[in-house]
């Protein structure tokens, strides 16, 4: 009995010992514990994962969120997760091919320049703020207002063109707006941009769902308010 009792706590040790070394250490023990925004640049496709430590053939175990695949089909053959100290955080096939390659560009932020995808973000959810407003959210009638006063309705619209959408400009628009000939309109970083045929884009930045500001902002700033 006492050398089966012994046998078993050598075992024992033993399983423990080879659990902890295989366990994340050092770079790769900082991504548990949180759940990860995948985004692309734009943030227009974000999405989350969580790093586990449990072992596979491919690394480290991890989860997407259910609609990952979706915005990035290339999720589908991601199997694993290696982060070795100082070097490149790669999330693999289950042959052990790297898929994506992240280096930390600042802390906790990560991105990865990948063919046929582009550029891919990774940082703890929510540190980046909410995702920008879609294009299909500010889709409708709007109106450039500076000191309580509107000078100059205008709609939004869906139709696709060029780099954005279309943007018609209504009858008894003030000349100061006029001029300017604006003609298209964008989404781009979470700033809405008008944009005339030719010249100077004007930036707005979202004060609230129905209120943009122009930015930089000036003493008397420009508003695009909703209609």
Do not use: H
Not at 122 to 145: H, K, M, S, Y
Not at 151 to 168: M, Q
Not at 183 to 191: L, P, T, V
């Amino acid at each position: 009995m006492i050398v089966r009792a012994t046998l078993l706590a050598a075992m024992l040790a033993l399983a423990c010992s080879q659990a902890l070394a295989q366990a994340p250490a050092g770079d790769a023990a900082k991504m548990l514990g949180e759940a990860w925004e995948f985004s692309n640049a734009d943030r227009d496709k974000v999405c989350t994962v969580t790093f586990k430590p449990e072992a596979t053939p491919a690394g480290y175990r991890l989860e997407f969120d259910t609609n990952c695949a979706n915005l990035f089909p290339l999720v589908k053959d991601i199997a694993g997760w290696k982060f070795p100290d100082n070097d490149l955080l790669r999330l693999l096939d289950g042959k052990g091919k790297p898929l994506i390659e992240f280096s930390e560009v600042e802390t906790g932020i990560f991105e990865a320049p990948t063919p046929g995808v582009g550029l891919l973000f990774l940082q703890v959810a929510g540190a980046g703020g909410p995702p920008p407003r879609a294009a299909d959210t500010v889709f409708g009638d709007w109106a450039i207002v500076r000191g309580g006063k509107v000078l100059c309705a205008l709609t939004l619209d869906g139709t696709a063109v060029r780099d954005g959408f279309t943007l018609v400009v209504k009858p008894n628009c003030d000349q100061t707006i006029a001029r300017l000939g604006l003609a298209f309109w964008s989404m781009d970083r979470g700033e809405l941009v008008l944009l005339p045929a030719r010249g100077n884009s004007w930036r707005f930045e979202e004060t609230d769902a129905a209120t943009w500001r122009r930015i930089p902002e000036g003493a008397n700033p420009y508003t695009l308010v909703k209609q």
